[in-house]
Antibody
Framework: QLHLQASGPGLVKPSETLSLTCTVS??????????WGWIRQPPGKGLEWIGS???????YYNPSLKSRVTISVDTSKNQFSLKLNSVTAADTAVYYC????????????WGQGALVTVSS | QSALTQPPSASGSPGQSVTISCTGT?????????VSWYQQHPGKAPKLMIY???KRPSGVPDRFSGSKSGNTASLTVSGLQAEDEADYYC??????????FGTGTKVTVL
């Protein structure tokens, strides 16, 4: 059974960089036909796709966040990571990592989520 | 890209049916048969319930069904049960490897 676990600092200061890592177990991040993505959910609000990466390193970002986001992959560790720079209070959210299929475009496996608060 | 529009809330009594709409544009919902639906209980990660407009993953009860007409997709939950009370989100492929989620609907079982 595939398992995704997001981890990283729970508190980030304004203007700094948010960094999270998603560790994949029970399957290979190098599986063809699957992308690995980040989705966030501000407290009490809806879901927002941040971006996705293929194991080859190809990345796709939400146009509204593209200037601040970097997603990378480390196939040797079966991990992918998110960096969001110049954060503000509006970036406070639960950040989920998830797998999505190239063919169905649906997010079929999700991590448990990591709450990141932006505050001084 | 703008979030897909969903009604904030929907409700029904046990055993009844509830239908949730998800309205987008011809650039997302209307342009691709890649609409999916997610169920989210409080404090939990979303769970895939429907993909490719109307397909159910293994393990999802057949009480859940999906459809699409033009720029609007719909999720119907038949035979409502207490455990169906949750937030539901639609999502659509929006071209150029972009994805957009809906605003979310809180389903209450009366």
């Amino acid at each position: 059974q595939l398992h995704l676990q997001a981890s990283g600092p729970g508190l980030v200061k304004p203007s700094e960089t948010l960094s999270l890592t998603c560790t994949v177990s029970g399957g290979s991040i190098s599986s063809s036909s699957y992308y690995w993505g980040w989705i966030r959910q501000p407290p009490g609000k809806g879901l927002e796709w941040i971006g996705s990466i293929y194991y080859t390193g190809s990345t796709y970002y939400n146009p509204s966040l593209k200037s601040r986001v970097t997603i990378s992959v480390d196939t040797s560790k079966n991990q992918f990571s998110l960096k969001l720079n110049s954060v503000t209070a509006a970036d406070t959210a639960v950040y989920y990592c998830a797998r999505h299929s190239e063919y169905t475009s649906s997010f079929d496996y999700w991590g448990q989520g990591a709450l990141v608060t932006v505050s001084s | 890209q703008s979030a897909l529009t969903q009604p904030p809330s929907a409700s029904g009594s046990p055993g009844q049916s509830v239908t949730i709409s998800c309205t987008g544009t011809s650039s997302d919902v209307g342009g691709y048969n890649f609409v999916s639906w997610y169920q989210q209980h409080p404090g939990k990660a979303p769970k895939l319930m429907i993909y490719e407009v109307s397909k159910r993953p293994s393990g999802v009860p057949d009480r859940f069904s999906g459809s699409k007409s033009g720029n609007t997709a719909s999720l119907t939950v038949s035979g409502l049960q207490a455990e169906d009370e949750a937030d539901y989100y639609c999502s659509s492929y929006a071209g150029s490897n972009n994805y957009v989620f809906g605003t979310g609907t809180k389903v209450t079982v009366l």
